[in-house]
């Protein structure tokens, strides 16, 4: 427990810490923001910034934090090296800088604003890139919370009912203004999330289990340890707990609602420090179940519901469920929401009428449904989903860190903070696509060669494109 605690006070630490260098390093001022200047009554609407907190963390939580932490505390103590290193250095630095710059930029989607400083080939890239990621995002958020609908509800209520009802709800609050359904409960399902990660840990300082400590050694402890090397999979299967690309494109929809840049850090630093607290405790407790039971159990979901059953009783467990099932369906609705705002974006279509919102989200949600019933009917297709959507994710947290440095390179600040950063992931992405079971299924050390080079040639273009910025 001594680790756990310390990382614990580190990440309470380092929002106070490097946040402010952090937001030090930006510079917000006194100037009125989009949600100011641009309110449409839709997506730009002023809100109280404890209200959008509330909102960016359930919307850049999902089941990330909790599901990928679970998975990730198979790998050992080096989770939660990872999980704080991350979340303070890169993921908390990553959707600041996303929050802020769309700010500056009018309230700008994550396409946008990588072609503003990346270039119009970058932005037309991301463009599809991303559209495809909040599609998967939306789809394979779907299935688990029917499932457990299904589980609490009369018989006649079947996943495939749960299904419909909450692809209806998406429609309605991916069309809706942002403060009719999202502004309203949203922060009632964030308080049920937080409420469960509260509960244990506190059941965690009560029990006070033999956890491992960090300096006992950071060795792998996966059972597939031979196939499942912690680099780089530890470092995807714990994304959203340490750094998602899927922030960076929620972070321009609050970035439409803050009345203040000063607002920034508490919101997008300060959310994605306390999805870091909830991954952490995650894992403290993943680690503990698989202490107790063995690492046989492959489903998230199971352990959840073992562990809040036997820590917090029914009233705790049915609460803590309703947060397991809250996170992801709000994560969903909110990735329709923002392909929605970048695909309008990209061809200039306003949004204030209800039927332009309609044209573009019935093929999205075509799309995803085609993609849902694909993972219904193949017995492996939603692991597969789930897999290609974990890199997806954390590719794209690479190309915001170096449309960060892009914008830091022309406003002549240091950069070198997220440099680091940058490489670590694009390294990450190449040699996982390299070695991962769905992916190449090369060797680990021709992976680890194959991922150096091409991070080295990704370092290379980028410094020889940005020597205009150097001068």
Not at 334 to 359: P, Y
């Amino acid at each position: 427990m001594i680790s756990f605690t310390l990382c614990l006070i580190a990440l309470i630490a380092g929002y106070f810490t490097y946040g402010r260098f952090v937001e030090r390093v930006f510079g917000p001022d006194n100037r009125k923001t989009p949600a100011l200047t641009q309110a449409d009554g839709v997506d730009y609407i002023p809100m109280p910034t404890w209200k959008i907190f509330m909102i960016q963390f359930l919307n850049i939580a999902g089941l990330g934090p909790i599901f990928g932490a679970i998975l990730g505390a198979k790998f050992g103590t080096a989770s939660y090296l990872w999980i704080v290193l991350g979340s303070i250095f890169a993921g908390a630095m990553h959707d600041y800088f996303s929050g802020m710059l769309s700010i500056r930029n009018n309230g700008e989607s994550l396409p946008e604003i990588t072609g503003r400083y990346l270039g119009k080939r970058m932005r037309n890239v991301l463009c599809l890139f991303t559209i495809v990621l909040m599609v998967l995002v939306g789809a394979v958020f779907v299935a688990g919370p029917a499932g457990l609908l299904a589980k609490l509800t009369p018989e006649a209520l079947d996943t495939t009912f749960w299904i419909i009802m909450i692809f209806l709800y998406y429609l309605l609050a991916t069309l809706l203004p942002i403060d009719k359904i999202i502004g309203k409960i949203y922060p009632l399902f964030a308080f049920a999330l937080l409420f469960m990660a509260v509960s244990i840990l506190g059941m965690l300082f009560y029990h006070q289990p033999a956890l491992p400590e960090l300096w006992d050694g950071l060795e792998n402890t996966h059972p597939n340890a031979d196939t499942l090397p912690i680099f780089p999979i530890m470092f995807v299967s714990i994304a959203c707990g340490a750094i998602s690309g899927f922030h960076a494109t929620q972070s321009p929809m609050m970035a439409r609602c803050l009345r203040s840049e000063y607002h920034g850090r508490p919101v997008f630093y300060g959310a994605m420090i306390v999805e870091g607290i909830v991954a952490l405790i995650w894992a403290a407790a993943a680690t503990y179940f698989f202490r107790e039971n063995g690492m046989e159990e492959n489903n998230a979901s199971v352990i959840v519901d073992e562990i809040t059953k036997s820590w917090l009783g029914t009233v705790g467990a049915v609460l803590a469920v309703l947060g397991v099932i809250a996170a992801p369906i709000t994560s969903g609705d909110t990735a329709f929401r923002s392909a929605r705002l970048i695909i309008a974006d990209f061809f200039h279509i306003g949004q204030k009428k209800i039927t332009s919102r309609l044209i573009i989200c019935v093929p999205l949600f075509l799309a995803a449904v085609g993609i849902l019933l694909y993972s219904l009917k193949d017995a492996n297709g939603f692991n597969t989903i789930w897999r290609y959507f974990a890199w997806t994710n954390q590719t794209l947290s690479v190309f915001t860190l170096w449309t960060i440095i892009a914008f830091l390179m022309q406003e002549r600040k240091p950069y070198w903070f997220v440099m680091i950063p940058a490489l670590f992931m694009t390294l990450v992405c190449f040699t996982y696509i390299c070695i991962a079971p769905e992916g190449l299924r090369l060797g680990e050390t021709l992976s680890y060669v194959i991922g150096g080079i091409c991070t080295l040639a990704v370092f290379l273009w980028f410094f020889q494109w940005s020597k205009k910025f150097r001068r």
